[in-house]
């Protein structure tokens, strides 16, 4: 009994042992087959059938665009033109760092802001009100209407202690969203971190709630998508607001748009960074196409325009911009969006790219604005 005992003690250890090294087998098979499975994933999306283009015009993605040559008033010369907005006739514009609105004929009304009084950073407008909410100097919010006459003026004030610095500004659905870099911690020390916030204010700049800007994780190594400073971005079917910023490399930017369409066919926008957070895409989301430029003067050598069509899965990947085949202005190196939503763009030419079509302006320095309205 002694020697039969022993004998199934060992063979229940034997037993032991082998359904260990099954189940140890089993979790190392499963284990490689689902790294085998996301690389032959990643190796899928980076190689999918989609036609890729290194050169196209605004017709591909465009079904019209407006040119609007500026009025030059004699006091008031509008060389450059950034963060062009527009509501019903009115546009609004920044030009050194003051506020102008023409008409949407190109006819000057009034300048907004004085350069004495505020350098302007950025602005909203706010059409319940007839109002632009304008950001200049430190911490200052100043209330202007249409007309130009300075309503209020007033210092933002956050609930929270840490310091502060606001990138970008936007609105929807009569709220305003900023994106904010936070410094939490001893600055003078190596404890304090810093953060990105998308914060939420109501139309008299008072804090509504914030959320963390997360970048969307890629499933890549080395993928830079938040170096520069986050804008605010509205998906337009679901309302989501999200940030976006640029891609420091472009060459990968068809693998990560097609991951992360991938990826919104079982997530959430608001999930696709995890919860409680808000997600930084390196693509902005328009209703049909998927946009991303990078314009820098210093260095051309970096500049890019990508456009993905989802309805016809096919993609522009453009360095030197996309060709003005709507007035033969030369090649649009500089695009950026008029609104949240990312359906119309805007660019701006002067000078000799304006010879062919607009010979009047091209022999001064003034300057005509071209409203691109994308593709259904």
Request: hydrophobic share 35%.
């Amino acid at each position: 009994l002694h020697l039969l005992s022993r004998r199934q003690r060992q063979m229940c250890i034997r037993d032991r042992f082998s359904g260990d090294m099954k189940r140890t087998f089993t979790y190392l098979l499963l284990l490689v087959l689902l790294v085998c499975g996301k690389q032959a994933y990643n190796l899928l999306i980076s190689n999918e059938s989609i036609r890729s283009n290194p050169t196209g015009a605004l017709s591909d993605i465009a079904d019209e665009v407006i040119a609007i040559p500026l009025q030059d008033s004699g006091t008031h010369s509008i060389r450059e033109a950034k963060y062009i907005r527009q509501e019903g006739d009115n546009l609004f514009l920044i030009s050194n760092e003051t506020l102008y609105r023409f008409n949407r004929k190109g006819e000057f009304i009034c300048r907004i802001t004085h350069p004495d009084d505020i350098r302007v950073a950025g602005y909203v407008v706010n059409p319940a009100n007839q109002q632009l909410i304008v950001l200049g100097n430190t911490d200052d919010i100043f209330y202007y209407s249409f007309n130009g006459d300075l309503l209020t003026r007033k210092k933002l004030k956050c609930d929270l202690p840490e310091n502060r610095h606001m990138l970008s500004i936007s609105m929807h659905n009569n709220r305003i969203f900023t994106t904010e870099e936070c410094v939490h911690g001893d600055t003078a020390g190596q404890t304090a971190t810093i953060e990105k916030q998308i914060v939420e204010y109501d139309s008299s700049f008072h804090k509504l709630q914030s959320h963390t800007i997360r970048p969307v994780d890629l499933e890549r190594s080395a993928c830079p998508i938040g170096c520069l400073a986050p804008e605010v971005a509205v998906e337009l079917e679901s309302g989501t607001v999200y940030a976006y910023a640029p891609s420091y490399q472009p060459g990968n930017l068809l693998r990560d748009t097609l991951y992360i369409k991938q990826k919104r066919q079982s997530q959430t926008l608001e999930n696709l960074a995890g919860k409680n957070t808000l997600p930084l895409l390196p693509i902005r989301m328009g209703s049909r196409f998927w946009v991303s430029t990078y314009y820098n003067a210093e260095d051309e050598s970096r500049n890019y325009t990508f456009c993905y069509d989802t309805e016809k899965e096919e993609c522009w990947q453009v360095k030197e911009g996309l060709k003005d085949n709507f007035y033969q202005t030369g090649n649009v190196r500089r695009m950026d969006p008029i609104d949240p939503y990312c359906h119309s763009y805007c660019f701006s030419k002067s000078g000799e790219d304006l010879r062919n079509t607009f010979p009047a302006q091209a022999q001064g320095e003034s300057l005509v604005l071209f409203i691109v309205k994308l593709k259904g």
